[in-house]
């Protein structure tokens, strides 16, 4: 109580002061002082504690008024020295508005890059400057920020073309930059600095004070209070539910209030969670620490005065004021930005700006992001204040990064992140490069804090401790950093920037000495290894080093002089790093083919080998550049190349490239998988540009500065091959029967890796450099073979591609050439497919392909030369030439050792008598073979005469072996092999290379004999050899042709010939077919050319037939009989608000809830769903059985929920896995007695008034006697033929009635929400409405596809209906019979006044689909008991044609007013029904009164009636159609005009419906004058209730925006409802009604039927009836929802321009709305299939049965 007394004087005393208190008075007193600091703080140090921190819970409306009044007004007068509200508003007027946006973003806003003319990806615009810029004509990518960071609108560095958008389009009048300070004068600049100076001081002070108890000097408080706070602080390492769990003990609050608790320390950082005297928070920071200390570190808990925190939340509001006042002059931001960064008396580092950044990991996560945004919106914003803060961001970089890497929170609330917006500036960046040595400062700090090293000095990551995990993954944004400042390449260079980053290179070549030969293996023999040694840090550091290294190249690629000086470094670094290599190698002569070579011995497989070999790489990349800018060229007295020693490069590349086809060879299984993946790594397109791309290169240049038969000599001995091809007997094949089996694979698969080695050295010249091409052949090389492999989307192109520091594959630009695109249809997505003409560059062997790519590829290819007819042969590409540096390379082809190995694998092949070659090595043989002689082909091409040749392939290959052995030549063994039996694959191949061989002879005879004879001749000879080819060909598909089409003709003369000879038989089954179709009309009792008609007593009756079905489970044949086994269809009940037009209703009281009538704005409604399988009712039994014993062993297993729950009824159906939770019975259809008596309207309406009241009677006499007065009645005459008591015999087996309850009990259960009641009065009402329901609904889903009323529903919905239908007609034998009539007495009065019903509906809140399926269903109870022999059908039409009238009534009371259109010219006949309609609304304007409008047009009235009745019209035609089994009449099986008439004669109706009333008038008066009076009339009409008009149209989902940027923007303004403004993590838009939810949050769980629930779940039940679709904004992603266990992720409706989805939008490019898949959507969800399809989607993905649904 004393707590809240305090509370209440406070303000009283508040007020005192606030009357005495005068803004102005204030003001002009601190305009007299000298020291105004001192009078500021003085006042500050008085006021604050009284305004801010007064209770436990804060009050900031109350407490910002009070600031705004007594704090920030006197430092605004102070400011303009005049009123601030005028004061303030000249400013802005005089201010030139910034040409910068600076538009700071929220947390998921849409960000938008031009990926055309952005400087960077980090580049970004706003939507607003988007929208108005010229970059959304272009190619863009759109993100969702994670907060922080700004728009970069009018920043003309970060874009090469378009930095203005229309807002922000500068002036040409104020070109002249000048001073923004010149508009002020002196004294308010001078005051403004020094209320600046004050404010900005005062609040650097509190935020970096880290006293809990005392306050700085001249902040004390003039009285001093014992009030405390217990202040809980944010980290990173405590999760919610242990922070929830430790608020609960420690200041026992409801589970509630620890949640909020939690949800605030994690927005804002931190939160007082109790208030109080010192002993009393102590107490609870102890318990806190004490709970949280066990796992890790306790959480971080502070006991502080409250005068701090008044303090430190006034701070913050006064860095608020600062950033807010700035923004209405560029003049006051230029003041702040000079007052943060004025240096101290302490000299460096002293600036208030430099304080603040230093002590940035000591403040909590508000205070930082409050004065980030300070930062953001002064020193940012102004580019001369930019430079300066980016000089000290620079000189502090090392110690705020140290700071950063024992600091617990995120970076993106570190002050670290603010890199992002100085260092992609490139003037900036190149400044601090030139200035503060940036390069070399950041790749030091980087260095520095690796520091597990071996002792080469190499990384060592062996088994990282979580905290040294944390720390390097902190140290990997020093990467992005550096990053950044290389981003932009210079475009002149000077010698400071020169001079500065060759020293940053030298930094940065330390660290790469440091990676050279880390992480080392050695192959193990013998056993497994034990533990799988550390990889992944390694590769994570190669990774993110990767785009560091390549625009370090890039950088000297720009300048000759730093290219060569790079050069020089880098391979002084080598050579220091091969000096601690040579561990006692020995060295070793190898000779072969006459030639010998001087090498070290080493063994891949025996000795250490390491994949990371950057400073090689590195070398590499530069040697490329020498050639591509041709400095090697140019000055080659600068460059060192005479000092190369071409084996020590190319040695530990190739040691690489050897452990690889090792690995291949399954040498190293037992180093286990960090091997395999350090292999994939390598090769893997996220790596490889600067590994394997790296090491091949090395190796070209290596050999293109050898003898090529020595670097062939060193590969084969580093293969560990040399001694098979060495011995002189190669050829006879070295004796290795006896050798192990393995052995011999390993070596075959070497050999083939070797060939293919040789191949890639030779025939890799794509890059720039090597050989003579462009940019972007490589990457059109790249595309066109991943394309070989098979046609793939462009998402599966990008990955497929290395991409560049920007993001960039560079795909764009070259795709159209190489590919065409494909649109995809509703599912799938859009594929590009190679152009034809691009195939013949196809290299089966080409570096990329991993093997299972290149089996498919070639396969593919393959395919597609025998689609067209060509030889399946792949020969080689022609291939570009080589550029000068590397142009030695072409000789490897031909040197002697080549051809020794390609004449010993054929010689092999020629005898094949053991497995000592592969086929696949004599593939890379003949594709070497083929290499070459293209390649002479191509240099005999572009010679000129006088040039002699020297690539002379043909020669050689045809030359025989020495004398001793007289080895065959390689050409005379392939001419042995060209007809080899077991090569058949490869003869296209040899016959390619032979007709290649004969082709360059005669080239060479033609140039030798003479050079003037023209090249035509062999080229004719090879093109008639072509065609003969062909044309054999031609004619051997022409006579397959005429074969088959003989072979078809005779097959289709036999069939002919069978059927005219078992004539009877066929005739006899489509007799059959027909009948089963029920569409032979000849058998119905009235002539058969007598309309069709499926109600009434001239309804056609179908001929009796046995209807026999196959139960699934036991595959038994059944007829379904009243008094058979019982058959069953497989049901899904559910509820439903799909065809709702009326949300707002809330939702029922399931036990007092009286469901006999549906109102029209059908809120709620259940639908029944089958998959139309048939299984006996005890095989169903026993199989449901045996799901619950399984289900509950489960659970004893594991607790995860399945995708059905058996609980609630739930199980698959056993043959097609759909959701299903009961069974409808087969019934037989009823037999209408056809008697004679045939009552007309009037007699009815007698009889049965006489029946309802014998009834009445009746069932009064059952019920116990009530003490009141019974009121003595006259005994009404009951009619002799009724007789109440008589209770009909059931027609029913006992396995029947069963599940005729089971489904009544299960439709009652689902629809009502209720505990199962067999003995329940609403379980028959409940059937029949959910038969009308389904009813309905179909018949809406067939208007919404534009299908034909009859014939075009699947079958399973066929049987659906026909069994709820006679269901409906049999369940009233299961309930008790008196509750039927009960039912059928309260429906008739709806429609006939009965005085001893009370309280019967308006007939304005009675849907009459509903109410003629009810009546018609329950008549059967009453029927039952009449022996007139009344005929049942003459009832139906009567009740029939009484609810017509009914909703013909209903249509008119609600048509709206009439439409102004143009009066159509009616017919004859229709003329009648208007001046019917006319009548019948002029009867009901005297019963109603005013309440309706007057219409004059009789056509507007008809045309209402006729639109809105045809919905009920055919629905009731499907209710009659299933429940009598009247075929329907073929006009209504398609969309064919005229259908109203023959609608209405299936219903036996007149076509002119007012004739039901007007030929009935004087029977229908008084019912109609009944029906207008009742109260509920007036009312509805009036507004009072839901006024449904008709038709009713189909609901939809709701609209979406074509661009998916809209949504996300509209996403990013939704705030979270509960948590007070803040941004909602997930947003989430229900697609059904369009309300945005706050998903998958603490702070939006609400309880629902005792459980926790996320917000789109409680909405499902609001909204859905337990069913929802959303759309998860952020991740681009639909959410489907059934109840609180079942949910699955859909595709989204949106698509890029490739016809894919983005979901998670990780790609990031431009999204538009796809109308047929949404449509898709819709129609799942109108069919009530949402469930179905979370069923299956849980069914395939068990990932999915795991997620907590409910909390989303």
């Given at each position: 109580?004393?707590?809240?007394?305090?509370?209440?004087?406070?303000?009283?005393?508040?007020?005192?002061?606030?009357?005495?208190?005068?803004?102005?008075?204030?003001?002009?007193?601190?305009?007299?002082?000298?020291?105004?600091?001192?009078?500021?703080?003085?006042?500050?140090?008085?006021?604050?504690?009284?305004?801010?921190?007064?209770?436990?819970?804060?009050?900031?409306?109350?407490?910002?008024?009070?600031?705004?009044?007594?704090?920030?007004?006197?430092?605004?007068?102070?400011?303009?020295?005049?009123?601030?509200?005028?004061?303030?508003?000249?400013?802005?007027?005089?201010?030139?508005?910034?040409?910068?946006?600076?538009?700071?973003?929220?947390?998921?806003?849409?960000?938008?890059?031009?990926?055309?003319?952005?400087?960077?990806?980090?580049?970004?615009?706003?939507?607003?400057?988007?929208?108005?810029?010229?970059?959304?004509?272009?190619?863009?990518?759109?993100?969702?920020?994670?907060?922080?960071?700004?728009?970069?609108?009018?920043?003309?560095?970060?874009?090469?073309?378009?930095?203005?958008?229309?807002?922000?389009?500068?002036?040409?009048?104020?070109?002249?930059?000048?001073?923004?300070?010149?508009?002020?004068?002196?004294?308010?600049?001078?005051?403004?600095?020094?209320?600046?100076?004050?404010?900005?001081?005062?609040?650097?002070?509190?935020?970096?004070?880290?006293?809990?108890?005392?306050?700085?000097?001249?902040?004390?408080?003039?009285?001093?209070?014992?009030?405390?706070?217990c202040m809980l602080f944010n980290d990173e390492v405590h999760t919610y539910e242990q922070v929830i769990y430790t608020l609960q003990k420690?200041?026992?609050?409801?589970?509630?209030?620890?949640?909020?608790?939690?949800?605030?320390?994690?927005?804002?950082?931190?939160?007082?969670?109790?208030?109080?005297?010192?002993?009393?928070?102590?107490?609870?920071?102890?318990?806190?620490?004490?709970?949280?200390?066990?796992?890790?570190?306790?959480?971080?808990?502070?006991?502080?005065?409250?005068?701090?925190?008044?303090?430190?939340?006034?701070?913050?509001?006064?860095?608020?004021?600062?950033?807010?006042?700035?923004?209405?002059?560029?003049?006051?931001?230029?003041?702040?930005?000079?007052?943060?960064?004025?240096?101290?008396?302490?000299?460096?580092?002293?600036?208030?700006?430099?304080?603040?950044?230093?002590?940035?990991?000591?403040?909590?996560?508000?205070?930082?992001?409050?004065?980030?945004?300070?930062?953001?919106?002064?020193?940012?914003?102004?580019?001369?204040?930019?430079?300066?803060?980016?000089?000290?961001?620079?000189?502090?970089?090392?110690?705020?990064?140290?700071?950063?890497?024992?600091?617990?929170?995120?970076?993106?609330?570190?002050?670290?992140?603010?890199?992002?917006?100085?260092?992609?500036?490139?003037?900036?960046?190149?400044?601090?490069?030139?200035?503060?040595?940036?390069?070399?400062?950041?790749?030091?700090?980087?260095?520095?804090?690796?520091?597990?090293?071996?002792?080469?000095?190499?990384?060592?990551?062996?088994?990282?401790?979580?905290?040294?995990?944390?720390?390097?993954?902190?140290?990997?944004?020093?990467?992005?950093?550096?990053?950044?400042?290389?981003?932009?390449?210079?475009?002149?260079?000077?010698?400071?920037?020169?001079?500065?980053?060759?020293?940053?290179?030298?930094?940065?070549?330390?660290?790469?000495?440091?990676?050279?030969?880390?992480?080392?293996?050695?192959?193990?023999?013998?056993?497994?290894?034990?533990?799988?040694?550390?990889?992944?840090?390694?590769?994570?550091?190669?990774?993110?080093?990767?785009?560091?290294?390549?625009?370090?190249?890039?950088?000297?690629?720009?300048d000759e002089r730093v290219l060569i000086e790079a050069y020089k470094k880098c391979l002084t670094a080598l050579t220091h790093c091969h000096?601690?290599?040579?561990?006692?190698?020995?060295?070793?002569?190898?000779?072969?083919?006459?030639?010998?070579?001087?090498?070290?011995?080493?063994?891949?497989?025996?000795?250490?080998?390491?994949?990371?070999?950057?400073?090689?790489?590195?070398?590499?990349?530069?040697?490329?550049?020498?050639?591509?800018?041709?400095?090697?060229?140019?000055?080659?007295?600068?460059?060192?190349?005479?000092?190369?020693?071409?084996?020590?490069?190319?040695?530990?590349?190739?040691?690489?490239?050897?452990?690889?086809?090792?690995?291949?060879?399954?040498?190293?299984?037992?180093?286990?998988?960090?091997?395999?993946?350090?292999?994939?790594?390598?090769?893997?397109?996220?790596?490889?540009?600067?590994?394997?791309?790296?090491?091949?290169i090395m190796l070209q240049a290596g050999a293109s500065m050898m003898d090529p038969n020595h670097f062939l000599i060193i590969v084969l001995?580093?293969?560990?091959?040399?001694?098979?091809?060495?011995?002189?007997?190669?050829?006879?094949?070295?004796?290795?029967?006896?050798?192990?089996?393995?052995?011999?694979?390993?070596?075959?698969?070497?050999?083939?890796?070797?060939?293919?080695?040789?191949?890639?050295?030779?025939?890799?010249?794509?890059?720039?450099?090597?050989?003579?091409?462009?940019?972007?052949?490589?990457?059109?090389?790249?595309?066109?073979?991943?394309?070989?492999?098979?046609?793939?989307?462009?998402?599966?192109?990008?990955?497929?591609?290395?991409?560049?520091?920007?993001?960039?594959?560079?795909?764009?630009?070259?795709?159209?050439?190489?590919?065409?695109?494909?649109?995809?249809?509703?599912?799938?997505?859009?594929?590009?497919?190679?152009?034809?003409?691009?195939?013949?560059?196809?290299?089966?062997?080409?570096?990329?392909?991993?093997?299972?790519?290149?089996?498919?590829?070639?396969?593919?290819?393959?395919?597609?030369?025998?689609?067209?007819?060509?030889?399946?042969?792949?020969?080689?590409?022609?291939?570009?030439?080589?550029?000068?540096?590397?142009?030695?390379?072409?000789?490897?082809?031909?040197?002697?050792?080549?051809?020794?190995?390609?004449?010993?694998?054929?010689?092999?092949?020629?005898?094949?008598?053991?497995?000592?070659?592969?086929?696949?090595?004599?593939?890379?043989?003949?594709?070497?073979?083929?290499?070459?002689?293209?390649?002479?082909?191509?240099?005999?091409?572009?010679?000129?005469?006088?040039?002699?040749?020297?690539?002379?392939?043909?020669?050689?290959?045809?030359?025989?072996?020495?004398?001793?052995?007289?080895?065959?030549?390689?050409?005379?063994?392939?001419?042995?092999?060209?007809?080899?039996?077991?090569?058949?694959?490869?003869?296209?191949?040899?016959?390619?290379?032979?007709?290649?061989?004969?082709?360059?002879?005669?080239?060479?005879?033609?140039?030798?004999?003479?050079?003037?004879?023209?090249?035509?001749?062999?080229?004719?000879?090879?093109?008639?050899?072509?065609?003969?080819?062909?044309?054999?060909?031609?004619?051997?598909?022409?006579?397959?042709?005429?074969?088959?089409?003989?072979?078809?003709?005779?097959?289709?003369?036999?069939?002919?010939?069978?059927?005219?000879?078992?004539?009877?038989?066929?005739?006899?089954?489509?007799?059959?077919?027909?009948?089963?179709?029920?569409?032979?009309?000849?058998?119905?009792?009235?002539?058969?050319?007598?309309?069709?008609?499926?109600?009434?007593?001239?309804?056609?009756?179908?001929?009796?037939?046995?209807?026999?079905?196959?139960?699934?489970?036991?595959?038994?044949?059944?007829?379904?009989?009243?008094?058979?086994?019982?058959?069953?269809?497989?049901?899904?009940?559910?509820?439903?608000?799909?065809?709702?037009?009326?949300?707002?209703?809330?939702?029922?009281?399931?036990?007092?809830?009286?469901?006999?009538?549906?109102?029209?704005?059908?809120?709620?409604?259940?639908?029944?769903?089958?998959?139309?399988?048939?299984?006996?009712?005890?095989?169903?039994?026993?199989?449901?059985?045996?799901?619950?014993?399984?289900?509950?062993?489960?659970?004893?297993?594991?607790?995860?929920?399945?995708?059905?729950?058996?609980?609630?009824?739930?199980?698959?159906?056993?043959?097609?896995?759909?959701?299903?939770?009961?069974?409808?019975?087969?019934?037989?259809?009823?037999?209408?007695?056809?008697?004679?008596?045939?009552?007309?309207?009037?007699?009815?309406?007698?009889?049965?008034?006489?029946?309802?009241?014998?009834?009445?009677?009746?069932?009064?006499?059952?019920?116990?006697?009530?003490?009141?007065?019974?009121?003595?009645?006259?005994?009404?005459?009951?009619?002799?033929?009724?007789?109440?008591?008589?209770?009909?015999?059931?027609?029913?087996?006992?396995?029947?009635?069963?599940?005729?309850?089971?489904?009544?009990?299960?439709?009652?259960?689902?629809?009502?929400?209720?505990?199962?009641?067999?003995?329940?009065?609403?379980?028959?009402?409940?059937?029949?409405?959910?038969?009308?329901?389904?009813?309905?609904?179909?018949?809406?889903?067939?208007?919404?596809?534009?299908?034909?009323?009859?014939?075009?529903?699947?079958?399973?919905?066929?049987?659906?209906?026909?069994?709820?239908?006679?269901?409906?007609?049999?369940?009233?034998?299961?309930?008790?019979?008196?509750?039927?009539?009960?039912?059928?007495?309260?429906?008739?009065?709806?429609?006939?006044?009965?005085?001893?019903?009370?309280?019967?509906?308006?007939?304005?809140?009675?849907?009459?689909?509903?109410?003629?399926?009810?009546?018609?269903?329950?008549?059967?109870?009453?029927?039952?008991?009449?022996?007139?022999?009344?005929?049942?059908?003459?009832?139906?039409?009567?009740?029939?044609?009484?609810?017509?009238?009914?909703?013909?009534?209903?249509?008119?009371?609600?048509?709206?007013?009439?439409?102004?259109?143009?009066?159509?010219?009616?017919?004859?006949?229709?003329?009648?029904?208007?001046?019917?309609?006319?009548?019948?609304?002029?009867?009901?304007?005297?019963?109603?009164?005013?309440?309706?409008?007057?219409?004059?047009?009789?056509?507007?009235?008809?045309?209402?009636?006729?639109?809105?009745?045809?919905?009920?019209?055919?629905?009731?035609?499907?209710?009659?159609?299933?429940?009598?089994?009247?075929?329907?009449?073929?006009?209504?099986?398609?969309?064919?005009?005229?259908?109203?008439?023959?609608?209405?004669?299936?219903?036996?109706?007149?076509?002119?419906?007012?004739?039901?009333?007007?030929?009935?008038?004087?029977?229908?008066?008084?019912?109609?004058?009944?029906?207008?009076?009742?109260?509920?009339?007036?009312?509805?009409?009036?507004?009072?209730?839901?006024?449904?008009?008709?038709?009713?149209?189909?609901?939809?989902?709701?609209?979406?925006?074509?661009?998916?940027?809209?949504?996300?923007?509209?996403?990013?303004?939704?705030?979270?409802?509960?948590?007070?403004?803040?941004?909602?993590?997930?947003?989430?838009?229900?697609?059904?009604?369009?309300?945005?939810?706050?998903?998958?949050?603490?702070?939006?769980?609400?309880?629902?039927?005792?459980?926790?629930?996320?917000?789109?779940?409680?909405?499902?039940?609001?909204?859905?009836?337990?069913?929802?679709?959303?759309?998860?904004?952020?991740?681009?992603?639909?959410?489907?929802?059934?109840?609180?266990?079942?949910?699955?992720?859909?595709?989204?409706?949106?698509?890029?321009?490739?016809?894919?989805?983005?979901?998670?939008?990780?790609?990031?490019?431009?999204?538009?709305?796809?109308?047929?898949?949404?449509?898709?959507?819709?129609?799942?969800?109108?069919?009530?299939?949402?469930?179905?399809?979370?069923?299956?989607?849980?069914?395939?993905?068990?990932?999915?049965?795991?997620?907590?649904?409910?909390?989303?």
């Open positions: 109580m004393a707590a809240a007394e305090s509370d209440r004087e406070v303000p009283s005393a508040l007020c005192t002061e606030f009357l005495n208190f005068s803004v102005k008075d204030t003001a002009s007193k601190w305009l007299q002082v000298t020291d105004l600091y001192k009078e500021v703080y003085h006042h500050l140090a008085r006021y604050v504690p009284k305004i801010y921190c007064l209770g436990p819970n804060l009050n900031p409306q109350s407490e910002d008024l009070l600031a705004q009044m007594l704090l920030q007004a006197p430092l605004e007068w102070y400011l303009c020295g005049e009123d601030p509200s005028t004061g303030l508003a000249k400013l802005e007027q005089n201010n030139q508005p910034s040409q910068l946006c600076g538009h700071v973003f929220k947390v998921g806003e849409p960000t938008y890059s031009c990926r055309e003319c952005a400087a960077d990806p980090t580049c970004v615009l706003c939507m607003q400057c988007f929208l108005g810029s010229v970059h959304k004509e272009h190619r863009y990518r759109m993100t969702t920020s994670g907060g922080g960071g700004f728009c970069d609108c009018g920043d003309t560095e970060a874009w090469k073309k378009g930095p203005y958008c229309q807002k922000h389009e500068p002036n040409i009048s104020d070109s002249c930059q000048e001073d923004p300070l010149a508009h002020l004068s002196t004294d308010m600049i001078a005051r403004c600095y020094n209320v600046f100076s004050v404010v900005l001081k005062y609040a650097v002070d509190m935020l970096t004070w880290d006293k809990e108890d005392e306050l700085p000097l001249g902040l004390e408080p003039p009285d001093r209070s014992d009030t405390y706070y420690a200041v026992n609050c409801t589970q509630k209030e620890a949640v909020s608790f939690a949800t605030t320390v994690d927005r804002d950082g931190r939160k007082s969670v109790r208030f109080g005297d010192f002993a009393f928070c102590e107490l609870a920071k102890s318990v806190i620490v004490r709970n949280t200390s066990r796992q890790s570190k306790p959480l971080r808990v502070q006991v502080m005065h409250s005068s701090v925190v008044a303090h430190q939340c006034f701070a913050l509001k006064a860095l608020h004021w600062l950033g807010h006042v700035i923004g209405y002059s560029d003049a006051l931001r230029r003041i702040l930005c000079q007052v943060g960064l004025e240096r101290g008396p302490e000299g460096e580092n002293s600036s208030l700006v430099d304080t603040l950044m230093l002590c940035d990991s000591k403040m909590w996560k508000g205070a930082r992001n409050v004065y980030h945004q300070l930062f953001m919106s002064s020193l940012l914003m102004d580019l001369k204040y930019k430079k300066l803060f980016a000089i000290q961001f620079a000189k502090n970089y090392r110690r705020l990064q140290t700071d950063f890497m024992e600091d617990d929170h995120e970076r993106v609330v570190s002050v670290t992140s603010l890199s992002v917006q100085l260092f992609t500036v490139p003037t900036m960046a190149r400044m601090l490069i030139t200035e503060e040595n940036l390069m070399t400062t950041i790749i030091r700090t980087f260095v520095d804090h690796l520091r597990h090293r071996d002792l080469q000095g190499r990384f060592q990551f062996e088994r990282y401790t979580a905290q040294q995990a944390f720390k390097f993954r902190r140290v990997q944004s020093l990467i992005g950093d550096l990053k950044y400042v290389l981003i932009s390449r210079p475009t002149e260079w000077s010698d400071q920037l020169r001079e500065k980053f060759l020293e940053g290179l030298d930094t940065f070549l330390e660290l790469l000495k440091c990676m050279q030969g880390m992480d080392p293996v050695v192959r193990q023999v013998g056993q497994h290894i034990e533990m799988e040694p550390e990889w992944e840090a390694a590769f994570t550091l190669q990774m993110k080093l990767t785009h560091i290294i390549s625009m370090i190249q890039e950088w000297c690629a720009t000096s601690g290599f040579a561990d006692g190698e020995q060295p070793i002569t190898l000779s072969m083919c006459g030639h010998s070579v001087d090498t070290i011995r080493y063994c891949v497989s025996q000795e250490k080998v390491s994949i990371h070999l950057p400073v090689s790489r590195l070398l590499a990349g530069l040697h490329v550049l020498l050639s591509k800018m041709e400095v090697a060229y140019r000055f080659p007295e600068q460059l060192p190349l005479s000092e190369l020693s071409p084996p020590m490069l190319i040695e530990h590349p190739l040691r690489c490239l050897v452990l690889c086809a090792q690995v291949h060879a399954g040498m190293w299984r037992r180093n286990g998988f960090s091997l395999v993946n350090q292999i994939y790594y390598y090769h893997n397109v996220k790596c490889r540009v600067e590994m394997f791309d790296k090491d091949l001995s580093r293969f560990e091959l040399y001694h098979i091809f060495s011995s002189a007997d190669c050829r006879k094949r070295y004796n290795r029967e006896n050798a192990n089996k393995d052995v011999v694979q390993q070596n075959n698969t070497l050999t083939e890796e070797m060939l293919h080695l040789i191949m890639m050295v030779v025939g890799e010249r794509f890059e720039a450099g090597i050989g003579q091409v462009e940019g972007c052949d490589e990457i059109k090389r790249e595309i066109l073979h991943q394309l070989c492999i098979r046609p793939m989307a462009h998402s599966e192109l990008v990955k497929a591609l290395p991409e560049n520091e920007n993001k960039e594959t560079g795909m764009e630009r070259v795709i159209d050439c190489v590919a065409s695109f494909k649109k995809p249809g509703v599912t799938g997505r859009g594929l590009y497919e190679l152009r034809p003409e691009c195939a013949k560059q196809f290299n089966l062997y080409f570096h990329h392909y991993s093997r299972a790519d290149q089996s498919k590829a070639e396969e593919a290819q393959r395919k597609l030369k025998r689609q067209n007819g060509e030889d399946t042969a792949l020969p080689p590409p022609v291939l570009p030439p080589f550029c000068p540096l590397f142009a030695s390379l072409v000789n490897i082809l031909q040197c002697d050792v080549l051809l020794g190995m390609l004449g010993a694998v054929l010689q092999w092949a020629v005898e094949p008598s053991a497995g000592h070659w592969s086929e696949s090595m004599l593939q890379r043989v003949l594709h070497l073979i083929g290499m070459a002689l293209l390649e002479e082909q191509q240099q005999l091409e572009n010679s000129s005469e006088d040039n002699d040749v020297y690539f002379n392939f043909t020669l050689k290959m045809s030359r025989p072996g020495e004398a001793p052995s007289n080895t065959a030549s390689v050409l005379a063994l392939l001419e042995n092999l060209q007809n080899a039996p077991h090569l058949e694959v490869h003869e296209g191949m040899i016959r390619w290379l032979l007709k290649t061989v004969a082709g360059i002879k005669t080239m060479r005879e033609r140039s030798a004999s003479t050079s003037t004879v023209t090249t035509s001749g062999s080229r004719g000879q090879e093109e008639t050899a072509c065609d003969k080819d062909k044309a054999e060909r031609k004619r051997k598909a022409e006579m397959a042709r005429l074969r088959r089409e003989k072979v078809m003709a005779q097959m289709s003369e036999m069939q002919r010939h069978f059927i005219n000879e078992n004539k009877e038989l066929f005739q006899q089954s489509l007799e059959e077919l027909d009948a089963s179709t029920s569409t032979s009309l000849e058998h119905s009792p009235a002539s058969s050319d007598a309309a069709l008609a499926c109600v009434g007593p001239r309804r056609s009756r179908p001929r009796e037939k046995r209807q026999v079905v196959t139960c699934i489970l036991c595959q038994e044949e059944q007829e379904i009989r009243a008094d058979g086994k019982a058959m069953v269809l497989a049901a899904f009940v559910q509820r439903s608000t799909v065809m709702s037009k009326n949300r707002t209703r809330p939702p029922h009281d399931p036990k007092r809830y009286d469901p006999l009538f549906m109102h029209p704005d059908l809120s709620f409604g259940t639908h029944t769903g089958s998959c139309g399988h048939i299984m006996h009712s005890h095989c169903w039994q026993r199989y449901f059985e045996a799901v619950q014993a399984k289900e509950q062993r489960r659970q004893q297993r594991l607790r995860v929920h399945t995708s059905y729950d058996v609980g609630n009824g739930e199980f698959l159906c056993p043959l097609c896995e759909c959701l299903s939770n009961t069974v409808i019975p087969l019934l037989p259809r009823t037999m209408g007695s056809s008697s004679c008596e045939q009552p007309g309207l009037g007699q009815w309406l007698k009889t049965s008034g006489q029946q309802i009241k014998a009834m009445h009677s009746a069932h009064r006499k059952l019920q116990p006697v009530s003490t009141v007065e019974e009121t003595v009645e006259e005994e009404c005459p009951v009619p002799e033929v009724f007789t109440v008591d008589y209770i009909p015999t059931n027609p029913y087996s006992s396995t029947i009635k069963e599940m005729l309850a089971t489904f009544g009990t299960a439709t009652y259960k689902v629809g009502l929400k209720v505990h199962p009641n067999e003995q329940d009065p609403r379980i028959p009402i409940m059937c029949w409405s959910s038969c009308a329901y389904t009813i309905q609904s179909i018949e809406r889903l067939l208007v919404d596809e534009k299908k034909p009323l009859f014939g075009s529903l699947p079958c399973r919905q066929d049987d659906c209906l026909s069994s709820l239908a006679r269901f409906g007609s049999a369940c009233w034998t299961a309930a008790c019979q008196p509750t039927v009539q009960g039912h059928f007495i309260r429906l008739l009065a709806a429609l006939i006044p009965d005085p001893q019903v009370e309280a019967s509906p308006c007939i304005l809140d009675v849907d009459m689909l509903h109410l003629l399926v009810s009546v018609v269903l329950s008549y059967g109870s009453v029927h039952s008991q009449d022996s007139s022999g009344l005929s049942v059908d003459a009832v139906q039409l009567h009740l029939f044609h009484l609810i017509t009238v009914a909703h013909m009534v209903q249509i008119l009371l609600t048509s709206g007013p009439e439409e102004v259109t143009m009066e159509q010219e009616s017919g004859e006949a229709e003329r009648g029904e208007e001046e019917g309609a006319c009548r019948l609304y002029n009867t009901l304007r005297t019963h109603v009164g005013s309440s309706l409008p007057e219409v004059g047009s009789g056509w507007h009235l008809w045309r209402c009636v006729k639109t809105g009745i045809l919905p009920y019209l055919r629905g009731a035609a499907l209710f009659f159609h299933h429940l009598h089994g009247v075929p329907a009449p073929p006009e209504l099986h398609a969309l064919c005009p005229g259908q109203w008439e023959v609608l209405c004669g299936y219903l036996s109706l007149p076509s002119n419906l007012l004739q039901l009333f007007h030929g009935q008038q004087e029977l229908l008066e008084p019912l109609l004058h009944g029906w207008c009076t009742h109260p509920g009339i007036q009312q509805t009409l009036q507004g009072g209730g839901v006024l449904v008009s008709f038709p009713r149209e189909s609901n939809s989902l709701i609209d979406l925006p074509d661009d998916y940027s809209a949504l996300i923007n509209q996403a990013s303004s939704f705030t979270c409802p509960k948590s007070g403004g803040d941004k909602s993590r997930a947003p989430t838009l229900c697609l059904v009604c369009g309300s945005m939810l706050c998903s998958q949050s603490y702070c939006c769980q609400t309880e629902l039927e005792g459980e926790d629930v996320g917000a789109c779940t409680a909405h499902t039940f609001a909204c859905g009836a337990g069913v929802g679709i959303f759309l998860r904004v952020r991740e681009s992603q639909v959410l489907f929802l059934a109840g609180k266990t079942k949910g699955c992720f859909y595709a989204p409706p949106y698509l890029d321009d490739y016809g894919e989805t983005d979901q998670g939008l990780r790609r990031g490019n431009p999204l538009h709305l796809c109308h047929e898949r949404y449509r898709k959507i819709q129609k799942l969800w109108r069919q009530h299939s949402i469930t179905e399809e979370i069923g299956h989607a849980q069914e395939a993905n068990q990932t999915l049965v795991g997620i907590d649904w409910q909390h989303l």
